[in-house]
T-cell receptor, first 112, second 115 residues
Framework: DGGITQSPKYLFRKEGQNVTLSCEQN?????MYWYRQDPGQGLRLIYY???????QKGDIAEGYSVSREKKESFPLTVTSAQKNPTAFYLC???????????FGDGTRLSIL | GENVEQHPSTLSVQEGDSAVIKCTYS??????FPWYKQELGKRPQLIID?????GEKKDQRIAVTLNKTAKHFSLHITETQPEDSAVYFC??????????????FGKGTKLSVKP
């Protein structure tokens, strides 16, 4: 799945700070997703986008924001409103909805 | 909405034995069921998937079975090897409303294969 690139690999956030996680894909996929993974938990959906300039909230969207200005890019901003942001964040894409999702290598976010 | 339960949470087998992981789902409209393998600190990788129009699918040592009536599906790994050690996630994808195609994941099974 070398076609999905997440950066940075590790990120540290200070109190009151917004941070942005990058996700880029060169698979020409229409759909993109952001998941949060906590220890011992499955993946939980934060936001998803089916097409450029459109995105929808997932199950745990509070404290997060996204944009989809280009087909290949779907950045996630973790805002200061997210009080427990420490987690492993995974970006995924699929050709269309209900097709296999392929994941990036993830970004591990911690609090300073 | 969809809910996916996965069992067991941990599984330890001897090399060469078989391993079975089971998942149940709640929404009968779900029609796509992938399985992912995640090694420590790495990305989940799709290992096999099945759609609701078939009951079983095999790929070398890995197979998935689906029972739509009972709303459960299982992953079978035969002749396990130490490199099979990882966390395995099942997921179900619905076909309903605005969340069409979204995956709901189980909480994972940590498989350990002892040499």
């Amino acid at each position: 799945d070398g076609g999905i690139t997440q950066s940075p690999k590790y990120l540290f956030r200070k109190e009151g700070q917004n941070v942005t996680l990058s996700c880029e894909q060169n698979l020409n996929h229409d759909a993109m997703y952001w998941y949060r993974q906590d220890p011992g938990q499955g993946l939980r959906l934060i936001y998803y986008s089916q097409i450029v300039n459109d995105f929808q909230k997932g199950d745990i969207a509070e404290g997060y924001s996204v944009s989809r200005e280009k087909k290949e890019s779907f950045p996630l901003t973790v805002t200061s409103a997210q009080k427990n942001p420490t987690a492993f964040y995974l970006c995924a894409s699929s050709s269309t909805r209900n097709q296999p999702q392929h994941f990036g290598d993830g970004t591990r976010l911690s609090i300073l | 909405g969809e809910n996916v339960e996965q069992h067991p949470s941990t599984l330890s087998v001897q090399e060469g034995d078989s391993a079975v992981i089971k998942c149940t789902y709640s929404d009968s409209a779900s029609n796509y069921f992938p399985w992912y393998k995640q090694e420590l600190g790495k990305r989940p990788q799709l290992i096999i998937d099945i759609r609701s129009n078939v009951g079983e699918k095999k790929d070398q040592r890995i197979a998935v079975t689906l029972n739509k009536t009972a709303k459960h599906f299982s992953l079978h790994i035969t002749e396990t090897q130490p490199e099979d050690s990882a966390v395995y996630f099942c997921a179900a994808s619905g076909n309903y409303g605005g969340s069409q195609g979204n995956l709901i994941f189980g909480k994972g099974t940590k498989l350990s294969v002892k040499p």
